[in-house]
């Protein structure tokens, strides 16, 4: 039986290997991503993560770097200041083609979201009819101008048979105003548009044609190689935040308001956020689950962006892309 000294010293003991298990729970591995855009309201299951714990439930501590667009995602990866990407397939074939060693890990939204909008005056309804016409993109280094270029190609046509117009962000102003005949947007810019009174348009969509992701998660060859485990638990808590938005649209749109610099309209943040939900899953997530992939559409998509003229090599997206991270 333990003296009252003894049985002290044990308690004492006790007590500190209880605080040093606590201390290594509490310890998380920081996993950076780097984004496309500023924090928004489509990407609220990554912004939720102070309210859900999603990532810190798999010992991970997120953090977030705002972008302006795909390719300074991959950039800011590159230059050592994030883990991941979420970038975009046509980042991905340009960086690819420049020799970087990447690997794609995840799907994030498996359905083109980009789209051609026209007033019904125009009488554009299939891409053959862009021909001869004004078409507004957000700029020229734009997903909107790239996958516009996609569009085009499908049917045997160029820049070259059109007439391209900068129009910035706020492109469905010119639309309106007559100054070009239909422009390049997103299904979330066309929704924003809509309910700032955009009249009836016709509205083609990219993914009729060439259904190519519009998100992705991509790290470098080596980041691949030497953090599977922690890559694997990062891809586990995005799925599961991916899921619980699709479950629970409405509180992730209550989130927003207060995590999203475009989120001060909750009605408008359940709208986006549907549509986003909508570009998540796709037949094959739903025979193999979230973050899967369709082999064919990448590589369609190397090879369309070659015959465009925009990468130089041919790319075997085979080699590229791995599924094997996914829970």
Not at 172 to 198: C, E, H, S, Y
Request: hydrophobic share 45%; with cysteine; charged share 20%.
């Amino acid at each position: 039986m333990f003296s009252p000294s003894r049985r002290s010293t044990a308690l004492a003991l006790a007590f500190t290997a209880m605080l040093g298990c606590a201390s290594r729970a509490q310890t998380l591995d920081t996993v950076t991503v780097a984004g496309w855009s500023q924090p928004i309201s489509e990407i609220t299951n990554l912004l939720a993560e102070p309210d859900k714990g999603f990532f810190k439930a798999k010992g991970i501590a997120l953090d977030y770097v705002p972008g302006t667009g795909g390719g300074s995602a991959i950039q800011t990866m590159l230059t050592g200041k994030a883990d991941i990407a979420f970038t975009d397939p046509a980042s991905l074939y340009l960086a690819l083609d420049k020799g970087e060693k990447l690997v794609a890990i995840y799907n994030i939204y498996p359905q083109n979201v980009f789209n051609v909008v026209a007033p019904k005056s125009a009488g554009i309804k299939r891409p053959a009819d862009l021909k001869g016409k004004r078409i507004g993109v957000y700029s020229l280094s734009s997903g909107t101008r790239q996958n516009l270029q996609v569009l085009l190609q499908q049917v045997g046509l160029t820049e070259n048979d059109v007439t391209i117009e900068v129009t910035g962000l706020l492109n469905f102003a010119p639309l309106i105003q007559g100054q070009v005949d239909a422009t390049a947007a997103t299904d979330t810019g066309l929704l924003v548009g809509r309910m700032k009174g955009l009249p009836e348009v016709d509205v083609i969509e990219v993914k009729d044609h060439l259904n190519l992701p519009s998100d992705i998660f991509v790290v470098t060859q080596a980041t691949y190689e030497a953090k599977k485990p922690l890559l694997k638990r990062f891809l586990a808590a995005y799925r599961e935040s991916a899921a619980w938005m699709i479950a629970k649209p409405e509180e992730a749109a209550k989130i927003a308001v207060t995590r999203a610099i475009n989120g001060r309209d909750e009605a408008l943040n359940l709208e986006i956020i549907k549509l986003r939900n909508l570009s998540t899953v796709s037949p094959t997530t739903d025979s193999k689950g979230l973050g899967h992939f369709d082999p064919e559409p990448m590589q369609k998509g190397a090879d369309t962006f070659r015959q465009l003229g925009l990468i130089a090599r041919p790319i075997d997206m085979a080699a590229v892309v791995k599924s094997d991270l996914i829970p």
